[in-house]
């Protein structure tokens, strides 16, 4: 568990729930699996299996829910980071912009 000494003004909630990214960047608009690690109020971070995304692409977020009583997720953001986790994966993380 993450502790207040991680110096973010919002607490993350651990998900491990798979979600779609439709990346919107200069080359193309495409939708990837993921798998959302953790969301807050102001952010999410995702392992994808690609090598990387570029900062300051936008990405729209959908996280189907399994409950009739939570509604599904649907965000737009921004990623701000991506670090390499595997060769062939990284991790994002992204600044919400909307959320619907």
Not at 28 to 52: H, Y
Request: charged share 25%.
């Amino acid at each position: 568990m993450l502790g207040y000494d991680d110096k973010r003004n919002f607490f993350r909630m651990m998900l491990n729930s798979p979600c779609e990214l439709t990346v919107h960047d200069d080359e193309s608009t495409r939708s990837i699996p993921a798998v959302c690690k953790d969301i807050s109020a102001t952010g999410m971070s995702f392992e994808v299996e690609e090598e990387s995304v570029e900062i300051g692409t936008r990405v729209d977020v959908a996280i189907e829910s399994t409950s009739s009583q939570i509604p599904s997720l649907n965000a737009k953001a921004k990623v701000v980071r991506c670090d390499s986790s595997t060769d062939s994966s990284c991790i994002i993380g992204v600044e919400i912009s909307e959320m619907n």
